[in-house]
């Protein structure tokens, strides 16, 4: 219980702490770096939460999959010279606006149901023994293949989509020369 | 040792899920550079998929690993997808920067 209690806030703290140095960092490679730490708090969460097919998800996509993609992205658009540039984009009136919004709006659902006492202890969720005696990732297989399989088909295909689309953007296109667009499509900056 | 902070519930699950969304949204409404515009996006995707699993965790219904599934589905095509047009406008306008970014607007 305990124990429970110190993974929880030191996952937390891994997370909420990656994800303020994420959006605040100049450099880009060191938000891509904090945003692995944040991950990892997040993958964490995830085996603290009983959910160990997710965990590894987590850190094979995320982290072995996005956060690399993003390395490579950083490095090929080189943006040593944009980290010298200005950072924030000045709208600090609309995001505070919304940010807060959305806070006030959740803390106010929680402290509604923070005083119910019986939500209390059935909301305990660290107690709760897992009902299953088979694995997670058994279970997991076979939800996903029965029940969510017309999702699961529509997801595949959707990744094809993904990477083909991807290939055709990130490709250079020799046909299509600058010089050939006219002036006032490329605009004045090309 | 009952109290607000310790014996861990939903709510604090919640609050770490909100907090994660929240921070990401500040992050896509501020920053100017697209590649820490789409890394805030991934976060806000992370802050569903620990609400999703704290959920799942807490009815003992494995459904919410599924749904979180299919949101990191959707996160990695977003990934490669964002990423890959980003490539294709730094080709053609040589800047990352959002705001520099107003072809369509007059």
Redesign the interface.
């Given at each position: 219980m305990l124990m429970d209690a110190v993974f929880f806030y030191s996952f937390a703290l891994l997370t909420i702490g990656g994800a303020i140095l994420t959006i605040t960092r100049n450099n880009a490679v060191h938000s891509a770096l904090s945003l692995i730490g944040s991950l990892i708090g997040v993958a964490g969460l995830f085996l603290l939460q009983k959910a160990e097919f997710l965990f590894a998800a987590q850190i094979l996509l995320y982290i072995g999959g996005v956060t690399v993609l993003f390395l490579f992205v950083i490095m090929l658009v080189n943006l040593d010279e944009e980290a010298k540039f200005r950072q924030f984009s000045g709208q600090w009136v609309l995001a505070l606006v919304a940010v807060l919004g959305v806070a006030l709006l959740a803390v106010g659902g929680f402290a509604r149901y923070w005083q119910q006492p019986t939500t209390r202890t059935e909301w305990a969720i660290a107690a709760k023994a897992p009902v299953a005696t088979e694995g997670n990732t058994e279970r997991i297989a076979d939800v996903l293949f029965s029940e969510y399989l017309v999702p699961f088909e529509a997801a595949s295909l959707l990744l094809i989509v993904a990477v083909i689309g991807a290939v055709l953007l990130a490709r250079k296109r020799e046909a299509l020369d600058a010089s050939e667009i006219p002036t006032e499509v490329r605009g004045e900056e090309v | 040792m009952e109290g607000l902070?310790?014996?861990?519930?939903?709510?604090?699950?919640?609050?770490?899920g909100?907090?994660?969304?929240?921070?990401?949204?500040?992050?896509v409404?501020?920053?100017?550079?697209l590649?820490?515009l789409?890394?805030?996006i991934?976060?806000m995707m992370?802050g569903v998929?620990?609400n999703l699993?704290?959920f799942?965790?807490?009815y003992?219904d494995?459904?919410g690993?599924?749904f979180?599934?299919?949101i990191?589905?959707?996160?990695?095509?977003?990934?490669?997808?964002g990423?890959?047009?980003?490539?294709?406008l730094?080709?053609?306008?040589?800047?990352?920067?959002?705001?520099e970014l107003q072809?369509l607007k007059w």
């Open positions: - | 902070l310790y014996p861990i519930t939903l709510t604090h699950y919640l609050v770490l909100a907090a994660l969304f929240l921070i990401g949204t500040l992050g409404l501020v920053r100017r550079n590649v820490i789409l890394m805030s991934e976060l992370n998929n620990v699993i704290a799942s965790r807490l003992g494995v459904q690993q599924v979180a599934i299919f990191i589905a959707v996160a990695v095509a977003e990934a490669a997808i990423l890959g047009i980003l490539i294709a730094f080709r053609n306008k040589m800047t990352v920067q959002a705001d072809l």
